[in-house]
């Protein structure tokens, strides 16, 4: 059975990041909010006989160009907290179980192994996929993350997907594939698709590890 990660952390990450963006922005509008006479003054707003302060200006522009760069730095930083940390999580448990694993090979006639593939049309359910000699099980565990994740909300979710082929007759298991995938986790998106990834990089078929063409 995949780790369970503890799904606080992420309750943790995403809130702290959020304080930071709240901080930032707080910063921002604190510059935006400066007397406009002072702006006047030093050139920002800049009026008929009223002097220019350099210093002054100096400073403000100082502390305006300082806010952004933290702000840019922020954002760069936290858009991939969460992301990195699934991330690290599924490669740790993809390490441990992921990949396609085969334990007894079936070899089928070239007419036998082209039917085999077309049972899939046809089926009335997901384990009859390869016909009705053979059991086909496929689950999705959600190991990280809200189990309801709202699409888009860029909230990160961790998932491990389980396949696996049996001999229906003796229950035998022939074999298995792993899968971790992730998706979010990117804090905010912007209105665009969140970012995803999974393990193994190399997605090989089950079944045609299992079934053998022969000759």
Not at 12 to 33: E, I, P
Not at 69 to 82: N, Y
């Amino acid at each position: 059975m995949a780790a369970q990660v503890n799904d606080s952390i992420l309750g943790g990450y995403f809130f702290a990041a959020l304080l930071l963006w709240w901080l930032v922005a707080m910063a921002v509008v604190d510059v935006a909010r400066r007397p406009r006479r002072l702006a006047a003054s030093c050139g920002f707003l800049p009026r008929k006989g009223m002097p220019k302060c350099s210093s002054a200006a100096g400073r403000v522009r100082m502390s305006t160009m300082c806010y952004r760069l933290v702000a840019i730095m922020l954002i760069i930083l936290l858009s991939g907290c969460e992301r990195y940390w699934l991330d690290r999580q599924m490669q740790e448990l993809c390490a441990k179980d992921g990949g396609v694993k085969v334990y007894k090979t079936v070899t089928l006639s070239p007419a036998e192994y082209e039917a085999l593939f077309k049972y899939k049309v046809r089926a009335k359910s997901r384990e009859e996929y390869y016909g009705p000699e053979y059991r086909y099980i496929a689950t999705r565990t959600v190991i990280a993350g809200k189990q309801d994740r709202a699409p888009g909300s860029g909230r990160g979710q961790l998932a491990r997907n389980h396949y696996a082929i049996y001999l229906r007759s003796v229950n035998l298991l022939l074999g298995e594939n792993v899968e971790y995938s992730r998706v979010g986790g990117d804090l905010i998106t912007f209105g665009f698709q969140p970012s995803g990834n999974h393990c193994p990089k190399r997605r090989v078929s089950l079944a045609q590890s299992v079934f053998v063409k022969g000759e």
